[in-house]
């Protein structure tokens, strides 16, 4: 059986370890989102993968998962995507 509680603990441990750059992070918190939305926990999805756009500002699969439990939420307007982390001009 999948116990998401001891994934997100996980995965919250993991973060705060220090150990793991920003990447690595978002992918884990991004894993950890899917399995709630999966399984219809749209609210907990969401604030995972709002904590892996907030650690990768520049996870484009971060702010896609986002916006998808978002809308799921029926929240379509806060689903639209935020200004991107760098602009025209700006190193990538």
Do not use: M
């Not at 919250?12 to 926990?41: H, Q, R, T």
């Amino acid at each position: 059986a999948n116990d998401l509680a001891g994934i997100a603990d996980a995965t919250e441990y993991l973060a705060s370890s220090g150990y793991l750059s920003g990447d690595v992070v978002a992918s884990l918190y991004n894993s950890a989102g899917i399995k709630y939305f999966n399984a219809k926990d749209f609210a907990r999805a969401a604030g995972l993968f709002q904590k892996a756009t907030a650690v990768d500002p520049k996870n484009a699969d971060a702010f896609r998962l986002l916006g998808e439990a978002t809308n799921s939420l029926g929240k379509p307007a806060e689903a639209a995507p935020p200004k991107p982390a760098f602009g025209p001009g700006d190193d990538a």
